[in-house]
């Protein structure tokens, strides 16, 4: 297995490569790379000329052990916060995994494995090790941009080289245990059924228990129980040894800690202990007497070949109607050519949600904005609808990165109807406003009632409509222009870089917002912005549509 | 060389195969007929060890889902699929190093020049057409010079010269003392390169016979594979002549 791993690790990367450089997309990362450059070079002289206009720096102000940070924290309190984030961070991204394991983990394999890998004289486990692997080697190179970060990190946060290399490293075994928690739990629910309904309430289990403590202790610690006092609750509880002593969430934080404090020994102790438990963690997945081939394999068809069977002989016959019995079936209500779009994505929204309405988004915005009451009223009073607005609009971005209407779009019969190809895109991605708008709407209506500030309600729900617009324009835009046989981790490199270059634009609002203390007139600029800038996307796409599939 | 013991898989409350037994002679052909849905790929995805059944399968006396046993066989699934970022001629490389091949390359350009793919060898997998992305697979199921083969709808989106070699390339794998399980609803295809013909409709395996004992009847297998699978009453229930369940084919229907 290991030199068919290599084998094919080294053939499909070139392969890639060689696919990408006869793509336009080449010409797009290279001119990224310029851009990095130039702009690179360009705030290197300007920040030498602005030296060399003040002069040389006494020596004394080197030398003064604890130089003033200007954000106002002292460096324990820089320290304590970059721990509470890197644990955050991790605890996040692993009940994400957790949560996700077992789809995700059924998506660790490619269709043809099924064919070609399922049948040959490998162990399952050796199967399983070799896309996981493979997955984790994309994991690298996708994050390798992030390492010339490490040098602005240093710079920008005020921390030793090495603090810098420790978090590229932290990131980096972030990605590789949450993948393996994924695959872990994909295995044993896979194997063993039954497991499968237990693993998100033990996840649920395991926020509760980190959570509650927490707020039980803050509560009567004496430390006020509001944002004010979040950052030193939060240290006090979390930033202990025994905390750092948590298998991975706790070393990472441990890791990044000493190591931002310059503490080499108990930072090396931390990367020892994740270098180590690596193996163990890959050979205990092994271990696992694993059958899940047949969930691997495309269920969908399996399935709907045994019903056509049962359908066709009648050998079964279902007894208790299933919810598929209650689905609306009837005609598409309205909508012709390109609206045709537009009507099927709103009937099917109908079809598929809760009481007609609520989608599983819709919840998700509720819960959020649940949530976010609850701690406006007892921790951040904030006073405005800021924090909301923020979250929503965050996560609103994050779920429509991607083709919304991919389904349709990547069915020929997209480039065969005939009307205009602006209107299909337009339609198209008009029914994923509307729906999103459907899907925002109770949470902000809710939050409003809750917290006041109807107007700048308003405003935020246009950002979060906004960003969605553009993350989905950009995401029919790529799904139009990359080839279909570039792999997931190459796509991901394009759109992460097409979001992110993007978002530049949208950030200089919110950016002068904060600098004036004008977040609700910054808040309408980058939805405008947005909006703007997806039009700008979409028109790309109808241009792409036109000129036929590539 | 193949024994199936009632094998029997579920999905939810539907019976994909329930029951089905069989058993399949060293250098034989055995093709497995029946209509659309009527549970062929469902058996031999069971026999290739990616699903989960109740009953058993031995390929050579080995537990199926063994590595011993995967080394045994070969298969050629319904739905080509290829890796998109692999060519042609890495497709056949990966393949040999999962089987751990030694002397494959004289072979595989044999089947390349058989199924005009010769030409091909340096297009990506998802450069190819269906009906060659079908050879492909036939080639790489071939490659291994399996002891069993078994092939799911092995002739669809093949072209008439394509179908001509595949039909030669199992006579003289037969020829070479192999074993050939062949799913297919489409029988002319199959007219006479089989040795025993198992016809499944709804699940189970309603006629296992063999060439000869059909040939003494003085019936073709189409006449018995409508006889099966249209006979019907009016309720829609299938009436046989033949006793149903595993044992029905263990000598011609009558």
New interface residues.
């Given amino acids: 297995m290991t030199?068919?791993f290599f084998?094919?690790a080294l053939?499909?990367f070139k392969?890639?490569l060689k696919?990408l450089f006869k793509t336009w997309v080449i010409v797009f990362i290279l001119a990224c790379f310029l851009f990095g450059i130039l702009l690179g070079v360009g705030l290197s002289f300007l920040g030498g000329a602005v030296e060399e206009g003040i002069g040389e720096p006494p020596e004394e102000v080197e030398t003064e052990p604890e130089p003033e940070d200007p954000s106002g924290l002292s460096r324990e309190e820089g320290l304590i916060l970059l721990e509470l984030a890197v644990g955050g961070i991790a605890l996040v991204v692993l009940v994400i995994d957790a949560l996700t394991g077992d789809k995700s983990g059924s998506q660790i394999f490619?269709?043809?494995d099924?064919?070609?890998?399922?049948?040959?004289?490998?162990?399952p486990q050796s199967v399983l090790m070799f896309r996981l692997l493979l997955q984790l080697g994309a994991a690298v190179f996708a994050s390798g941009y992030m390492a010339f970060q490490i040098p602005n990190i240093v710079r920008g946060m005020d921390l030793p080289p090495m603090a810098g290399v420790a978090l590229f490293g932290a990131w980096l075994f972030l990605l590789f245990y949450s993948k393996l928690l994924g695959v872990f739990i994909y295995t044993l629910a896979s194997t063993y059924p039954r497991v499968k309904k237990y693993v998100r309430w033990t996840v649920y289990g395991v926020i509760a228990l980190v959570l509650f403590p927490f707020l039980l202790w803050w509560k009567t610690s004496g430390i006020p129980f509001e944002m004010a006092g979040l950052l030193e609750a939060g240290g006090r509880f979390f930033c202990t040894l025994p905390a750092r002593l948590i298998p991975v969430a706790g070393w990472l934080k441990g890791l990044c800690y000493h190591a931002a404090a310059g503490e080499t020994l108990p930072a090396l102790l931390f990367l020892a202990a994740l270098v180590l438990f690596l193996p163990a963690v890959c050979f205990f997945i092994w271990r696992i007497k694993a059958?899940f081939?047949?969930d691997a394999?495309a269920k969908s068809e399996?399935?709907a070949?045994?019903?056509?069977?049962?359908?066709?002989?009648?050998?079964?016959k279902?007894k208790k109607p299933d919810r598929g019995d209650r689905i609306l079936r009837d005609r598409l209500p309205a909508g012709e050519g390109a609206r045709a779009y537009f009507a099927k994505a709103l009937y099917n929204r109908r079809r598929f949600a809760t009481l007609g309405f609520f989608t599983k988004s819709a919840i998700t915005y509720l819960v959020i904005a649940a949530g976010a009451i609850f701690l406006e009223k007892t921790v951040i009073r904030s006073g405005s609808f800021l924090p909301f607005g923020l979250l929503v609009s965050f996560v609103s971005f994050y779920t429509s990165l991607g083709n919304p209407f991919a389904e349709d779009s990547r069915k020929d019969w997209f480039f065969l109807v005939p009307a205009s190809p602006l209107s299909k895109i337009a339609w198209s991605l008009c029914a994923g406003f509307v729906k999103n708008l459907l899907d925002l709407l109770p949470a902000y209506l809710v939050t409003a009632a809750a917290l006041g500030f109807p107007a700048e309600a308003l405003v935020w729900l246009l950002l979060s409509l906004g960003v969605n617009f553009y993350a989905s324009s950009v995401g029919v835009f790529l799904d139009f222009a990359i080839p279909?046989?570039v792999?997931k981790t190459f796509k991901s490199v394009v759109t992460v870089s097409f979001l992110y270059f993007g978002l530049a634009p949208i950030a200089i609002p919110a950016i002068l917002g904060i600098v004036f203390e004008a977040m609700l007139p910054a808040a309408l600029g980058s939805a405008l912005l947005s909006l703007a800038l997806g039009a700008v996307f979409a028109a790309l796409s109808a241009q792409l549509v036109k000129t036929g599939r590539r | 060389m193949l024994q199936v013991s009632h094998i029997t898989k579920k999905?939810?409350?539907?019976?994909?195969c329930?029951d089905v037994t069989f058993s399949l002679d060293r250098g034989s052909v055995t093709v497995l007929l029946g209509?659309?849905?009527?549970?062929k790929?469902?058996v031999l995805?069971s026999v290739?060890?990616?699903?989960?059944y109740t009953g058993e399968i031995a390929i050579d006396g080995l537990y199926n889902k063994s590595?011993?046993a995967?080394?045994l066989?070969?298969?050629v699934?319904e739905?080509?699929?290829?890796?998109?970022?692999?060519?042609v001629s890495?497709?056949v490389?990966?393949?040999a190093?999962?089987?751990?091949l030694k002397d494959y390359q004289g072979y595989a350009d044999e089947l390349f020049e058989r199924f005009e793919l010769a030409d091909k060898k340096k297009k990506?997998?998802?450069?190819l057409s269906k009906g060659m992305q079908q050879k492909l697979?036939l080639i790489?199921g071939l490659v291994t010079r399996p002891q069993l083969l078994i092939m799911d709808e092995p002739m669809i989106g093949l072209d008439p010269h394509a179908i001509k070699e595949l039909k030669n390339v199992i006579s003289e794998l037969r020829a070479a003392g192999s074993t050939l399980l062949v799913s297919t609803h489409i029988i002319d295809s199959v007219t006479e390169l089989w040795d025993r013909a198992l016809i499944m409709?709804?699940?189970r395996i309603r006629a296992n016979v063999t060439k000869a004992e059909l040939d003494a009847e003085g019936r073709t297998l189409e006449e018995l594979f409508f006889a099966i699978t249209e006979h019907r009453s009016e309720n829609?229930?299938?009436v046989f002549d033949a006793p149903e369940g595993p044992d029905a084919g263990e000598g011609a229907p009558s």
Avoid at chain 1, 305 to 316: F, K, N, P, R, T
């Fill in positions: 030199r068919l084998f094919y053939h499909s392969n890639q696919k490619l269709p043809a099924t064919t070609l890998l399922f049948p040959a004289p490998a162990k059958d081939y047949e394999q399996e399935t070949a045994a019903l056509a069977s049962a359908a066709e002989g009648g050998i079964v279902r279909e046989g792999a | 999905y939810g409350k539907v019976f994909a329930d209509p659309n849905g009527a549970g790929s469902t995805k290739i060890g990616v699903l989960r590595v011993e995967k080394r066989f070969g298969y699934p739905i080509p699929s290829l890796y998109p970022n692999l060519t890495e497709h490389e990966f393949i190093r999962a089987y751990r990506f997998g998802d450069e697979n790489l409709q709804t699940g829609g229930e299938v």
